[in-house]
């Protein structure tokens, strides 16, 4: 421990967002940095506890009271090997993870937590700024080859796990650069795409290999892939998302946040085509637009910021659940994962421009002229009994020129792929594994990430990547890995 006293010391403070007015002009981070003194001082009100609850509620186990106590003491280049021996990309989780560390946190149980996720970005922030980051080639080759098939964070993680070992890893990525949700999903204003670039970067010096605009089972097919390699891991994600199919669903101006979200980072990359991952090409943009973004998650946020940033002339926010309390309840007690309201970002612009969040909404039908949507009806939903009842009479209609679904994923997508592998599903229609081995109903083919576990978080995507790079090495060298092991467990985060 840094600093046995210091968290009776000082208070928790965490990084400010910039003023609304200005943040929304540009898509650039909009967060302030903290020095290096600042870091060091929220450092040292980690307690290094008897048992350190932060690192069970993390999914990768990160070993978060060593390197609070490396950086309180200014030995940031020790606190960077710590945290890569169990985090491939933090510079990724330490922005856009919701950091379930922080909930797990002993401090938080009658104060505010320590700030894990400053601490886990400060770190590896530095580390770039002072070229402490390399690429790390295997020195033998094992003279396996493996193929990744998705080249989201799972299939990154695994694909480093697996080059680490010394097996020749080729990703396969159906569109034209890595990253998935991290490069087409998430907004600049929280993750800078170029940020995403420099890791890829650094794995193809590694010696990965990376194969663009190749779909696995359109571009070529199943049997063409798996002749030529010892062994597949499908880490695909779940990209099959949530759909309202009701009257006028099909009108234009009703997108999946996937259409629209992509083209808003696709452009401010700077690409001429901004549209080219739509399945029709066809251009979604929010200036002068009325928008509804129906889903209060993550994606629903991001949604809403871009908008926001595109100059809609409105945006408001449907959620189907109730609005969740301001403070845990007695059913959700620490270390558990706080259920509480969270007010993100773009929420936060959202009401200060005008906009709301409108709970307990179900949406009934689309309106429409001329083909394209001029508005949709809602209904009131009754939460009192635990289920979700329409209240009578509460209908209402709204007006909107763009609507956004952003109501989660259900899994991969189903035919192409995994038809012609002829891997099993489970009941949800997630690629099934065997619980131990990461293994598939088929001889050789693993499953990692969203596509296996379904919709998750990005920590759990990695730790999903680590853990079956350990289960693929194993397979291949015919005995234990040496591979760093993952804790994998069901909670509910």
Request: include cysteine; glycine fraction near 12%.
């Amino acid at each position: 421990m840094g600093d046995p006293k210091g968290f009776m010391k000082h208070g928790r403070m965490s990084p400010k967002y910039l003023g609304v007015t200005e943040r929304l002009l540009n898509h650039e981070e909009h967060i302030e940095e903290f020095t290096e003194e600042q870091v060091k001082t929220q450092a040292s009100r980690c307690m290094d506890c008897g048992v350190p609850f932060c690192m069970t509620g993390c999914p990768l186990g990160n070993l978060i009271p060593e390197w609070n106590d490396l950086i309180f003491r200014g030995r940031w280049q020790e606190a960077l090997q710590v945290l890569h021996a169990t985090n491939n990309f933090p510079e990724f989780t330490g922005r856009v993870c919701p950091a379930p560390c922080e909930n797990s946190c002993v401090l938080g149980i009658n104060e505010p937590p320590v700030t894990i996720k400053l601490h886990e970005v400060s770190i590896v922030d530095k580390g770039f700024a002072m070229g402490w980051i390399k690429p790390e080639p295997p020195p033998v080759r094992s003279g396996k080859k493996v193929a990744v098939i998705g080249g989201g964070p799972a299939g990154l993680a695994c694909a480093q796990q697996l080059n680490r070992a010394g097996h020749t890893v080729t990703v396969f990525e159906k569109h034209d650069r890595a990253g998935g949700l991290l490069m087409y999903g998430i907004p600049h204003y929280k993750l800078r795409k170029e940020k995403v670039q420099r890791r890829v970067d650094l794995l193809v010096a590694e010696g990965i290999e990376f194969r663009y605009k190749v779909e696995v089972g359109v571009d070529i097919t199943w049997e063409q892939l798996k002749g030529g390699y010892d062994a597949v891991v499908i880490s695909t994600g779940a990209e099959l998302g949530r759909d309202l199919p009701m009257p006028g669903r099909d009108l234009d101006g009703v997108h999946f946040a996937m259409e629209f979200l992509p083209q808003s980072n696709r452009s401010n990359w700077g690409d001429a085509d901004v549209a080219a991952l739509h399945p029709k090409k066809q251009r979604i943009h929010a200036k002068g637009r009325k928008v509804i973004v129906i889903g209060g998650g993550d994606t629903g946020s991001d949604c809403i910021g871009t908008s926001l940033r595109q100059e809609a002339s409105g945006v408001v926010n449907f959620e189907l659940m109730p609005e969740p309390p301001g403070a845990r309840t007695g059913g959700n007690p620490w270390p558990q994962w706080a259920r509480v309201k969270r007010i993100s970002s773009s929420v936060e612009e959202l009401t200060t421009t005008g906009g709301d969040v409108h709970y307990s909404l179900a949406t009934k039908q689309f309106f429409g002229k001329d083909g394209k949507v001029t508005g949709l009806q809602t209904v009131t939903l009754d939460w009192s009994s635990g289920k979700p009842v329409e209240v009578a009479g509460s209908e209402k209609t709204w007006e909107a020129d763009l609507v956004l679904l952003a109501m989660g994923f259900l899994g991969p997508r189903k035919g192409g792929l995994l038809e012609q592998a002829g891997v099993a599903l489970d009941e949800r229609g997630n690629v099934k594994t065997d619980g131990t081995t990461r293994m598939t109903s088929v001889d050789g083919v693993f499953a990692a990430g969203d596509a296996r576990r379904g919709q998750s978080l990005i920590v759990w995507a990695i730790a999903e990547g680590r853990e079956v790079a350990r289960c693929v090495d194993t397979w291949l060298s015919k005995q234990e890995s040496l591979l760093p092991k993952v804790r994998i467990e069901a909670f509910a985060y």
